[in-house]
T-cell receptor, first 111, second 115 residues
Framework: KAGVTQTPRYLIKTRGQQVTLSCSPI?????VSWYQQTPGQGLQFLFE???????NKGNFPGRFSGRQFSNSRSEMNVSTLELGDSALYLC??????????FGPGTRLLVL | AQSVTQPDIHITVSEGASLELRCNYS??????LFWYVQSPGQGLQLLLK??????LVQGIKGFEAEFKRSQSSFNLRKPSVHWSDAAEYFC?????????????FGGGTRVLVKP
């Protein structure tokens, strides 16, 4: 069974731009969660989608948004990028409220 | 609110020696507990998990962890470390009901393996 895939793997943007990251979950998994990883703040929960609905949201500004499609694929969008948004963005999928399996991440650099 | 503490930021261990990584959690009820490992530039790989039952759980790559409710701990162990175990290790907790799938992570412990 294929694992969680994330595209793109690397991204360079400039301040003020927006970015969209994509995540394809493991087949049969309906929950997709997003996390931001930075050296200073560690791993922080962004949001979770289940059956196309946002089920949980972390403490991030409204510039961070996401959505989930009927095939469970998910995208997250960051608008008006700031230097501090440079991070590794990790997506995880799960079948139910249990084990989350992570993708390789998208490394975003904001210049 | 749930929280996870990993007291050791770095640990250096010799190849072949034993390894123990500490994890303490704070949660009102019985949590679901996880250990993940991250190699440089990679995502997180699940090592093992505890939901209920036997408090000593076995994982992949020869790792095991013991859940101790009285100490709110979930320490990870490996009897003999290999050079390939050099990585960063994260302990995490997820609430049982109403919290969806929000994982709360500890700050991580970076393991260096000396030849």
């Amino acid at each position: 069974k294929a694992g969680v895939t994330q595209t793109p793997r690397y991204l360079i943007k400039t301040r003020g731009q927006q970015v969209t990251l994509s995540c394809s979950p493991i087949s049969g998994h309906r929950s997709v969660s997003w996390y931001q990883q930075t050296p200073g703040q560690g791993l922080q929960f962004l949001f979770e989608y289940f059956s196309e609905t946002q089920r949980n949201k972390g403490n991030f500004p409204g510039r961070f948004s996401g959505r989930q499609f009927s095939n469970s694929r998910s995208e997250m969008n960051v608008s008006t990028l700031e230097l501090g948004d440079s991070a590794l963005y990790l997506c995880a999928s799960s079948k139910n409220q249990e084990t989350q399996y992570f993708g390789p991440g998208t490394r975003l650099l904001v210049l | 609110a749930q929280s996870v503490t990993q007291p050791d930021i770095h640990i250096t261990v010799s190849e072949g020696a034993s390894l123990e990584l500490r994890c303490n959690y704070s949660y009102g009820a019985t949590p679901y507990l996880f250990w993940y490992v991250q190699s440089p530039g990679q995502g997180l790989q699940l090592l093992l998990k505890y939901f209920s039952g036997d408090t000593l759980v076995q994982g992949i790559k020869g790792f095991e962890a013991e859940f101790k409710r009285s100490q709110s701990s979930f320490n990870l162990r490996k009897p003999s470390v290999h050079w390939s175990d050099a990585a960063e290790y994260f302990c995490a907790v997820v609430g049982l009901v109403g919290a969806g799938n929000k994982l709360t992570f500890g700050g991580g412990t970076r393991v260096l393996v000396k030849p």
